[in-house]
């Protein structure tokens, strides 16, 4: 059966496993206390469903969806140093509880074990399952990269936008799908199907973070609404308005209003130009060339209604 | 021919190729500077001659060459962000030059380069080179939280400081000697006796280091003599002059004297205590128990000559 209750199940049962009885307890600490964060585990769910779709029993594919929680759990601790960010899913993000230099040195770890636990592969898979990691894992830091460039930029376009998306989110769940195929021993084709559903699963995802973090509703999004806006962060709406509305968008900057105040008049120049429309129809577009994606592969009906219906849900979701 | 220059200069030599026309530029800039760097390369160095020994070409070890010296400049730029260091070999720190995010990406795309480096192993020989590659990567990180650790303890024994510094800083040396025994198709004996090798050189190297910072000839040393000393770093010296005269050693610090003062204070009880010729002997001891390790492998004169003569030149050198 395919259900992402169960498969994240599976991953919430075997994570303590990492870090329990581990020395030093200084350096495993801050692993455990990440890893025990809660989230969705999507990461880990896409790759057991996909191994599963092409026929390897999940357990088999376990420690790989293992390395990709633990990795991505890694660059959100680093991504929180960099970001000088407090919190991370309701608790004291690791630089804050413990310090920099914690945070630093457990991501590094963290990035080790993802990786041998992603070397536990069959000897005959080890190079295209090292392959596809650590290539995914450099793209991943490009996109960060770029994101942090794009803050003392003033002239990113939406193009330049989806790209960055598609390298820091995108290509992880993109990876997790493939890895499950790869693992299944899944034909070159599927793969590359499969890797084409989430990365277009990971662009309709991170759009959606966009529009919830501006028109979420605030009783189930969980973080305060606004965040984006109050931060200038470049997201799609903010570089739509940009581009169409340069002046009345300098205008309320220039203002320079409480936090209140601008998130309602830059919203209001959001609501002027119909973003929020456009951007759910964007958003229901990647979703469908992600469900058309699946087309690619030979994965029994089962398999691709859990896939169809995975997405649908993500770009429905309210948190 | 055995000759350490030769070595080098051919991990000098292809280290630009690792991040010529990567994009994006700002991800790569800050490790081209770092590659650049200079140093001893003797990581790389090791692994290509042990390569050779074993009688594999040197060329078709340079991947896993470069490999290990991009990862030990990852723990190096990592260490310096922790550290708060402002210099290294004589050039800003990375997060000097540009900032502290960028120093965290950058040595994490470093650790992934590194591993994608590991990774061109061929297959038959992959999981053993990710085993050795991944299991010392996360005993350098345990061994760099233990130096942290100590910063605030006052009661560091010198078995836990050895320890440390075998973690820290051995174990990437021996990985060094056996991931070159191990490409060239080397016994598990020998594997294991190159591994003794480089870890006894490592202990004897870090005590040298230590010694040379408070007992080096300043026109030689390179950097200023007494920087553990006014940091006081527990190195192997301090410790010993903690646990066998801690009155005077707290009669010294409690005096908040100047930095020359306390380096001339601090000395004098080392000197009293004769404990440089006490690191002196113990460094001898590692470095020709490191030289007896070389009879487990079955390597040639010649090669057995190389390493026992380097091992010597590291302990004798003045820098």
């Given at each position: 059966m395919f259900s992402t209750d169960i498969f994240a199940e599976m991953v919430e049962q075997k994570l303590p496993s990492l870090t329990e009885s581990k020395t030093p307890a200084t350096l495993f600490a801050?692993?455990?206390?990440?890893?025990?964060?809660?989230?969705?585990?999507?990461?880990?769910?896409?790759?057991?469903?996909?191994?599963?779709?092409?026929?390897l029993e999940p357990e088999k594919a376990i420690d790989q969806a293992l390395g990709i929680e633990v990795f991505h759990n890694f660059t959100l601790l680093h991504d929180d140093v960099m970001d000088n960010a407090d919190v991370r899913r309701g608790r004291p993000a690791v630089h804050r509880r413990w310090n920099a230099s914690v945070a630093i040195l457990s991501g590094d770890a963290m990035l080790t074990m993802a990786t041998q636990l992603m070397a536990k592969a069959p000897e005959s898979l080890l190079?295209?399952?090292m392959e596809l990691f650590n290539t995914t894992a450099m793209e991943v830091y490009a996109g960060q990269q770029l994101d942090m460039d794009?803050?003392?930029?003033?002239?990113?376009?939406?193009?330049?936008?989806?790209?960055?998306?598609?390298?820091?989110?995108?290509?992880?769940?993109?990876?997790?799908?493939?890895?499950?195929?790869?693992?299944?021993?899944?034909?070159?084709?599927?793969q590359k199907a499969m890797y084409r559903y989430g990365e277009l699963l990971g662009l309709a995802f991170q759009l959606k973070d966009d529009l919830l973090d501006t028109y979420g509703d605030p009783a189930l999004f969980g973080k305060e609404i606004g965040g984006d806006i109050i931060n200038e962060k470049k997201t799609w709406l903010w570089i739509n308005a940009m581009e169409r509305?340069?002046?009345?968008?300098?205008?309320?900057?220039?203002?320079?209003?409480?936090?209140?105040l601008k998130i309602r008049e830059i919203t209001e120049i959001y609501d002027s130009l119909s973003l929020a429309d456009e951007s759910r129809r964007l958003i229901e577009r990647y979703t469908e060339e992600a469900v058309d994606a699946l087309a690619g592969t030979d994965i029994p009906a089962a398999a691709r209604e859990y896939f169809t219906s995975l997405a649908r849900k993500a770009a429905d979701r309210a948190n």
């Amino acid at each position: 059966m395919f259900s992402t209750d169960i498969f994240a199940e599976m991953v919430e049962q075997k994570l303590p496993s990492l870090t329990e009885s581990k020395t030093p307890a200084t350096l495993f600490a801050p692993i455990a206390y990440t890893l025990s964060g809660g989230g969705k585990r999507l990461r880990p769910v896409l790759l057991l469903a996909a191994a599963k779709a092409f026929g390897l029993e999940p357990e088999k594919a376990i420690d790989q969806a293992l390395g990709i929680e633990v990795f991505h759990n890694f660059t959100l601790l680093h991504d929180d140093v960099m970001d000088n960010a407090d919190v991370r899913r309701g608790r004291p993000a690791v630089h804050r509880r413990w310090n920099a230099s914690v945070a630093i040195l457990s991501g590094d770890a963290m990035l080790t074990m993802a990786t041998q636990l992603m070397a536990k592969a069959p000897e005959s898979l080890l190079p295209a399952v090292m392959e596809l990691f650590n290539t995914t894992a450099m793209e991943v830091y490009a996109g960060q990269q770029l994101d942090m460039d794009f803050e003392d930029r003033g002239d990113v376009t939406v193009e330049e936008y989806i790209e960055m998306i598609r390298l820091k989110t995108s290509v992880l769940l993109a990876c997790a799908c493939r890895m499950g195929a790869l693992l299944a021993g899944a034909s070159e084709e599927s793969q590359k199907a499969m890797y084409r559903y989430g990365e277009l699963l990971g662009l309709a995802f991170q759009l959606k973070d966009d529009l919830l973090d501006t028109y979420g509703d605030p009783a189930l999004f969980g973080k305060e609404i606004g965040g984006d806006i109050i931060n200038e962060k470049k997201t799609w709406l903010w570089i739509n308005a940009m581009e169409r509305e340069p002046q009345r968008m300098r205008q309320v900057l220039d203002k320079k209003l409480t936090d209140y105040l601008k998130i309602r008049e830059i919203t209001e120049i959001y609501d002027s130009l119909s973003l929020a429309d456009e951007s759910r129809r964007l958003i229901e577009r990647y979703t469908e060339e992600a469900v058309d994606a699946l087309a690619g592969t030979d994965i029994p009906a089962a398999a691709r209604e859990y896939f169809t219906s995975l997405a649908r849900k993500a770009a429905d979701r309210a948190n």
